[in-house]
């Protein structure tokens, strides 16, 4: 997944997969152990 962004030790990522159970873009926040996963609506 490639890295939006990178500050504070949060690291911001997008993914789209064309096939599979992710049909839709979404971005990974991640910080030390913590994950949110967003979805983004279109």
């Known amino acids: 997944m490639p890295i939006l962004s990178l500050f504070y030790g949060i690291v911001i990522r997008m ?3 064309l096939s ?8 990974h926040v991640e910080y030390a ?5 967003i979805a983004l609506a279109w």
């Open 15 to 17: 993914h789209k997969e």
């Open 33 to 37: 152990e913590d994950e949110a996963v």
């Open 20 to 27: 599979g159970k992710h049909h839709k873009s979404h971005i």
